[in-house]
């Protein structure tokens, strides 16, 4: 194997895993064709890349990668003992099992030397202290911008270079193959200090997921004893007045080639239910059925949710969660007086619930999957920070109607709560104390676990006034990670760069690619593969993997690999969606295909979509910014935007301003000039401006 690790090239699967789509016939089919038949000829040459690292001798590396938790750390820090189907025991204080195989495939000594809980940016601010002399790589989570920055300050070294004088040959192929990862992580000076941990490129990152039961149960079975509570009703609808969804304003959809769903009339369900003179559980449900039967040809009223052919909008579903809502005994069995319509995974998720700004009319909140991308690229090409947007500021108002009328898990708000609420609100159903949810917005595999809560399914998004065209739309792409890792300056000597060097390489040859994404050979089927729902061949797991995972993690395939193997740690690697497919349930499969079938479009850094508005539309912006010395100091002293409490005071609006119960001293803004004005105070015009000077030299041709 020694004398393969410089040599190869990316393997066709991971190119595949890469470049496809979705299966959306929206995607571009032609670029995923031109990229399988890149990945056959890739396949059929393996051509050497000549990388001049000389394996012949040991050389030890020093490794300081900080995560904030000592279970996903290089080292096992498990408290019993891990035996691998060979017999090899791993014990606390060893290199996890992957971390091992590749010391001895490099020819290497590896030596943690990380605080083992520490988190990234803090230790980051401790090294810099010392020009990052105490170890050889530095990496972790969300620590790009940073590992950018020093690397333009010399701390850390030139890989472009390295790239040129024939190191790393097999990253260096990758960064040809994917202009926009190269684009994202190169520096203001034209050089790369850093590689960067990149998802799932060109696959839907998270999505919609329902209980399914709930819904056929509510609109679908006859004589169902409908709760008799009184609902108090606040949120006045969108598609009311002069938007009302009627002909060309999305009177006709199409979920799928070859299925049109027509909207019949210009009903407002919303305006339907807020004019009942009665409103509980019986009155609410029976009008949406009503109404779909005015409006819909489908054979159960529950279709207009579930299914190819649905068609609901963000009214629609708003009008769904308020029977869910007011019909808790009818869907718990009286187990419970209240359950949940909306909620996201955890508090440090609330910005999730912002996610439905895609749905009133294409609003942009996060122009990737973080919550820091706070930026859309408008339709010159320039960066906008969405957060201060009066679009954003008016579905702030529609989300706090939603909160007045209890559709939205409100503990989500507190940041000091950190309760899994997916787990308490879809995993207590039969416990002592149960707890009752609906609706979340997260990652297909995890959140249709059967150990988690065999009713959950994946839905189609809401049609919606996307960019100007009518559409299905995710603004949720996987995307380039703000993480990864850079070799130090001064913590290395020229072996140790070199050494280095063909460490970050080999996790981008076919082998490394593989064993980061899957673990051991001895953890995978020899000469076994499985075909995904997108059709490709990927690694197949061996039952040890699956059985040891179930008793150790619960049966949490990504956290056994992560905190026992020491796989999928966020060092630089492109992760396969093979992975993910492998652990997914058969509603999770059944999800995918649901999604991959449709004409679902989703954000990528392509940025590929139906023709609207604004070109930009679709395009995902980069992870991090390279910013110089004088920009940081600029948004230091000048902007304070980058932090928790602007986000607070966007979540007061949500919390209070409907109900109007603010308590003292909690500012709600009650006009967007009024909450312009906050934004404008911090400095959004030179943090703007500085941004914009950041994205022109990344995107300039260098």
């Known amino acids: 194997m020694r004398n393969k690790v410089a040599g190869g090239i990316l393997c066709a699967a991971m190119l595949a895993s890469l470049l496809s789509g979705c299966g959306s016939s929206i995607v571009d089919q032609a670029a995923t064709k031109e990229t399988a038949e890149t990945a056959e000829i890739v396949q059929q040459t393996e ?5 001049k690292t000389d394996l012949s001798e040991v050389v030890p590396l020093k490794f300081n990668i900080a995560t904030g938790n000592k279970s996903r750390t290089m080292t096992y820090n498990q408290e019993s003992p891990l035996t691998l189907p060979d017999g090899t025991v791993v014990t606390a204080g060893m290199l996890k099992p992957m971390w091992s195989y590749v010391e001895k495939e490099l020819n290497s000594k590896f030596s943690d030397v990380t605080i083992q809980d520490v988190k990234a940016n803090d230790m980051i601010q401790t090294e ?49 193959k994917n202009p926009d990862v190269k684009s994202a992580v190169t520096a203001y000076d034209g050089n790369i200090y850093h590689v960067p941990y990149i998802a799932e490129l060109n696959q839907i990152a998270r999505t919609f997921v329902i209980r399914e039961s709930w819904v056929t149960g509510l609109l679908d079975a006859e004589g169902a004893a409908y709760d008799q509570s009184s609902y108090d009703v606040h949120y006045n609808g969108f598609y009311v007045e002069g938007n009302r969804r009627t002909g060309e304003n999305g009177g006709t959809v199409t979920p799928k080639i070859g299925i049109d769903i027509v909207k019949k009339t210009d009903q407002s369900i919303i305006e339907i239910q807020n004019a009942l003179e009665v409103k509980n ?23 207009l949710f579930l299914g190819e052919a649905a068609a609901y909008d963000i009214d629609e579903m708003i009008a769904l969660m308020r029977c869910i809502k007011a019909n808790p005994a009818l869907l718990t069995e009286g187990k419970a007086s209240a359950v949940w319509p909306l909620f996201v995974r955890q508090s440090n998720y609330r910005e999730d619930l912002l996610r439905l700004s895609t749905y009133f009319d294409g609003v942009k909140v996060h122009g990737a999957d973080s919550y820091g991308a706070r930026w859309y690229i408008d339709e010159n090409g320039d960066v906008q920070y969405t957060y201060s947007e009066e679009g954003v500021y008016n579905v702030l108002q529609y989300l706090s109607m939603m909160e007045a009328e209890g559709l939205i898990y409100s ?43 065999p009713d959950t399914v994946v839905i189609l998004p809401p049609v919606a006034n ?35 060097c063909a460490v970050m390489d080999y996790f981008f040859t076919k082998e490394g690619s593989v064993l980061q994404n899957y673990g051991l050979p001895i953890n995978l089927e020899s000469g076994k593969t499985y075909e995904g729902p997108d059709g490709i061949q990927y690694p197949l797991f061996t039952p040890w993997v699956y059985e040891t995972s179930n008793n150790v993690a619960k049966g949490d395939l990504s956290t056994f690999l992560r905190d026992w193997m020491g796989c999928l740690i966020p060092i630089g690697y492109q992760k396969e969606i093979g992975f993910e497919y492998q652990y997914t349930s058969e509603r999770g499969f059944e ?26 539309y679709y395009k995902m912006v980069p992870p991090v910014f390279s910013l110089t010395s004088r920009q940081k100091e600029t948004i230091s002293d000048t902007t304070s935007l980058d932090t928790d409490d602007i986000v607070e005071y966007m979540f007061n609006i949500v919390r209070y301003q409907a109900k109007g119960n603010a308590p003292q001293g909690a500012e709600v803004a009650g006009s967007y000039e009024e909450y312009a004005a906050k934004f404008n105070e911090r400095g959004l015009g030179i943090y703007e401006e500085t941004y914009q000077a950041a994205y022109d030299v990344m995107t300039a041709d260098k």
């Open 128 to 176: 810099s202290t010392s020009n990052f002399s105490g170890a050889n790589i530095f990496g972790g989570e969300s620590i790009a911008e940073r590992l950018m920055f020093y690397g333009t300050e010399g701390k850390f070294v030139n890989l472009t270079e390295r790239m040129e004088a024939g190191y790393m040959p097999n990253f260096k192929d990758y960064l040809s």
């Open 591 to 616: 999800g995918w295909a649901l999604l991959q079938n449709s004409t679902t479009n989703f954000a990528t850094y392509a940025g590929k979509g139906i023709t609207g508005d604004n070109p930009n």
């Open 281 to 303: 559980g019986e009155t609410l449900t029976k009008a949406l059925i009503q109404y779909i039967a005015d409006n819909y040809d489908y054979e159960n009223p529950s279709q």
């Open 466 to 500: 996307v960019n100007g065209a009518w559409q299905y739309y995710l603004d949720n792409g996987r995307a380039i990670k703000p993480d990864g890792w850079a070799i130090s300056v001064a913590g290395s000597t020229e072996a140790e760069i070199q050494r280095a």
């Open 411 to 453: 503990d989500a708000y507190d940041l000091t709560e950190k309760t899994n609420y997916r787990s308490t609100l879809w995993g207590t159903d039969t416990g002592e104390a149960p707890s009752f949810g609906f609706m979340t917005y997260d990652w297909i595999a995890s959140s249709t676990a059967d150990s988690l809560n």
């Open 47 to 51: 051509e050497a890349a000549g990388d």
